[in-house]
């Protein structure tokens, strides 16, 4: 493990799924798992899965104040922006001042950019939108950060479904006069396989965030994990299944990234029998076409 900046750039495939479950509902529907309209695939968005991550990290790193999480339940923006303030040039709940721009006239962006990094996992791995920085007219109130997800999407169409459900916990005293149940419902896919791309860029790294190979490490073992640390009724069996990692020999990359994803193929092993388990599948990477200074490397 390596507290040093990353110097290479990655590219990675996710491969996970669900059984019985809904991977991510859809508020704007009734809750129901995420399609795509025209091709009936399932969808998980990249903010659903960053959600994953930043949770896992918390437990993983409970108490190192190097981890904690910015985009955080319960956790006002404003109050870890304040942080920052108070740390470089000792003002205190700068979020409330109108004339912010004027008090912070000569402070050194790139302090309140690092402490901000340097304190906030998920600001150094997926960037943030920084708003009493951006309220002060500072040029750190926009982070880009050098991780970033594509909406995962099903290998395959998924069928939504709906379960109806009943409950023996009556809601009021007048409605458990009259009867003895209520009835509900829920959404499920019964098995979609979903596969998601990511990016690493060493140079945002670099030049903005500071994300290590410590980070990186942490970053990937979420990817593995995060599902273990967010069981739920709702969600159903769901697991990464493949980690499929593409490290170049240098910064700027060795070879465009939707090559390197072209490179693994997924396909049904029996188009005839309805899909229920990874195992109804076939995962391929194309080594022999590997383009050279990049390596591959696969975990489950």
Same mark, same amino acid.
């Given at each position: ?25 859809? @508020? ?117 950060? @050098? ?154």
């Amino acid at each position: 493990m390596s507290a040093e900046v990353i110097k290479n750039r990655y590219e990675f495939v996710l491969l996970f799924d669900v059984r019985n479950g809904n991977p991510n509902g859809d @508020p704007d529907a009734g809750n129901m798992p995420r399609t795509d309209a025209e091709t009936g695939n399932g969808i998980v968005t990249d903010v659903c899965l960053k959600r994953k991550i930043r949770d896992y990290v918390e437990i993983a790193k409970d108490g190192d104040p190097n981890y904690r999480i910015y985009i955080k339940k319960g956790v006002p923006l404003n109050t870890s922006d304040n942080e920052a303030f108070k740390y470089v040039a000792g003002i205190e709940n700068a979020a409330k001042f109108n004339d912010l721009p004027k008090r912070v006239k000569g402070i050194n962006d790139r302090e309140v950019l690092d402490y901000m990094c340097s304190h906030f996992y998920d600001i150094r791995t997926f960037g943030a939108v920084l708003t009493t920085m951006q309220k002060a007219s500072m040029s750190c109130g926009q982070v880009r950060g @050098p991780v970033q997800l594509t909406f995962a999407e099903s290998v395959e169409p998924v069928v939504p479904t709906e379960v109806t459900i009943t409950r023996v916990a009556i809601t009021t005293e007048a409605d458990a006069e009259k009867k003895t149940n209520e009835m509900g419902n829920k959404y499920i896919i019964p098995y979609g396989l979903y596969r998601c791309e990511g990016f690493v860029s060493a140079n945002l790294a670099q030049k903005v965030t500071g994300f290590t190979e410590d980070d990186l490490e942490l970053f990937f073992d979420a990817l593995l994990n995060m599902f273990d640390y967010d069981r739920s009724a709702a969600r159903g069996a769901m697991a990464t299944r493949k980690l499929i990692i593409f490290k170049h020999d240098s910064i700027l990359g060795n070879a465009p990234a939707h090559k390197l994803f072209d490179l693994v193929k997924v396909t049904r092993k029996d188009k005839g029998v309805v899909a229920r388990s990874f195992d109804d599948y076939n995962v391929s990477i194309d080594e022999f076409n590997l383009p050279s200074g990049v390596t591959i490397e696969v975990r489950e």
